[in-house]
């Protein structure tokens, strides 16, 4: 059952083109020290929205706010069935509004979320309204805003500028850009947020709670001229970033590939396969395409996966797409051919699976990961102050400064309960599992113990490991993890 949200377009009674943006309330600071305050994101201004639009109450006698064309909404959702009128309600009250203020409801649209996961998607409607009085004052969190102006917040991005958020992307500004020559199959949804960055998830074998691997494809319409320069380790028209879908899904990633110009880069983040599973059909759809990916992660691509032109990045170089610029970054910590990507003139910045729209990421022990890199790369994500985070599972955030501290805040307090855990006499991987996760369902333990075993790593490399702790020891009870775990669920089950 998906959850459903409502987005207020307000109008200015003095100019038609423009409508009401309300700065969004920013996450809550983290309360423990650390530097996490020296990293904040910038403003976030967006339609006026409810977080929930909930079902009629049986005898709700309120007179109702009357909108025009509800039942246009869409054959799945019909709007009757929610109660609008308390969600306009709350709206108003949010923006300094009241019913008396406005006139002229309508409904304006409907759409329906891509399924990011892991929960279920989020149905939006939109509903404009007209301030009636052409004299009222504004509340200070509230501005007037035209299209045109959103767009070149978002698209031609000044680090630590203002934003714009994804209801008014998603509501407004996607609806007044030509369509592009590009179409995704009629039966995937997508997500274009900034304009000119779609976001498909597609059903994917990856780990859960996710099903889907988010696959990030570019193809500008217009050259916008940023690559003159040409210091740039590759061009095309088009790319196309994680292409890791299941073999169900491969005919739509086809259809996909022949939709875009022939002049194609793929970019792999790295080497898991719920990242490049649909290589191959990319090769025989369009040969011509060349795949850029770290050397540690080409080593991991077979030959049937990929065996036409390809070319080493380290995580230096700009590539250039359809006269847009974007740098690689380097990034390791999920693995050691870990690289991000980083949109300038939108700077949305695709992170990989470093980190995940909900819950943590897990490291790959069995790749090179390392807590060490990972902790590096998380700063120098901020230090790069994106707008947007996309990560290859899950929703794109909108707080990306504030997501990766609470991943710093995370890792660190579980390091903190790993060497409590040792310095109350655990001593192997299954020991310190134990202690340190005794909160976390079993069936995440496999990927917990490697977690465990990196933050042991790390603890050592900082020379924080108890005198008395065999690092020896502990490296020995690697191999007999498995076995333990199955005695310790057998014993359980009973
Ligand atoms: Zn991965």
């Keep these: 059952m998906a959850a459903h949200k409502l987005g207020v377009i307000f109008r200015n009674p003095s100019n038609d083109a423009e409508f009401l943006l309300y700065r969004q309330p920013r996450p809550p600071k983290f309360e423990e020290g650390e530097d996490y305050d020296l990293y904040s994101d910038s403003d976030l201004w967006d339609l006026p929205s409810t977080a929930e639009l909930n079902p009629i109450a049986a005898g709700v006698v309120e007179p109702p706010i009357l909108v025009q064309g509800v039942e246009l909404c869409s054959e799945k959702i019909d709007l009757r069935q929610f109660d609008l009128n308390s969600a306009l309600i709350s709206v108003m009250g949010r923006v300094g509004l009241g019913v008396a203020d406005l006139g002229d409801w309508k409904f304006f649209k409907c759409v329906e979320e891509a399924e990011f996961g892991p929960g279920p998607p989020i149905n939006f409607a939109f509903v404009e309204a007209k301030l009636l009085d052409k004299n009222t004052i504004l509340r200070e969190h509230c501005k007037w805003m035209s299209i045109h102006t959103c767009r070149e917040w978002l698209v031609n991005v000044k680090p630590g500028g203002v934003r714009v958020g994804l209801l008014a992307v998603i509501g407004l500004i996607n609806e007044s850009t030509e369509p592009t020559k590009f179409q995704v199959p009629s039966t995937l949804r997508f997500q274009e947020y900034p304009p000119g960055v779609v976001v498909i998830p597609m059903r994917s074998k990856t780990a ?278 199955d005695k310790f669920e057998a014993k359980s089950s009973l």
């Design 208 to 485: 859960k709670p996710f099903h889907t691997t988010n696959l990030v494809v570019f193809a500008p319409e217009n050259d916008s001229g940023e690559c003159k320069d040409g210091s740039f380790v590759a061009s095309g028209d088009a790319l196309i970033v994680d292409p890791g879908c299941r073999s169900e899904s491969l005919e739509e990633l086809r259809e996909i590939v022949a939709a875009l110009p022939r002049r194609l880069i793929v970019f792999a983040t790295h080497h898991h396969r719920d990242h490049i599973n649909g290589l191959s059909v990319i090769q025989k759809t369009n040969p011509d395409a060349i795949l850029l990916a770290h050397k540690n992660t080409m080593s991991h691509i077979h030959k049937d996966d990929w065996n036409s032109a390809y070319t080493f990045v380290s995580g230096s170089e700009d590539i250039c797409v359809g006269g847009q610029r974007l740098s690689i970054i380097f990034a390791p910590g999920h693995t050691d051919g870990h690289l991000a990507l980083l949109h300038n003139s939108t700077r949305s910045l695709i992170v990989g699976d470093h980190c995940v729209g909900q819950g943590s990421a897990f490291l790959d022990l069995y790749s090179g990961a390392s807590m060490a890199d990972y902790f590096k790369t998380t700063y120098k994500f901020m230090e790069l102050s994106p707008h947007a985070l996309i990560p290859m599972h899950g929703r794109v955030s909108f707080w990306p400064k504030h997501m990766l501290c609470g991943y710093l805040k995370n890792r660190r307090s579980r390091e903190k309960s790993i060497l409590r855990a040792i310095e109350r006499g655990a001593e192997t991987l299954f020991e310190i599992v134990v202690k340190a996760y005794s909160r976390i369902d079993h069936s995440y333990w496999i990927p917990a113990s490697w977690n465990v075993k990196l933050h042991v790593d790390h603890l050592a490399l900082l020379d924080k490991l108890p005198k008395c702790f065999s690092i020896e020891r502990f490296n020995r009870s690697l191999g007999s993890f498995a076995a333990e775990l």
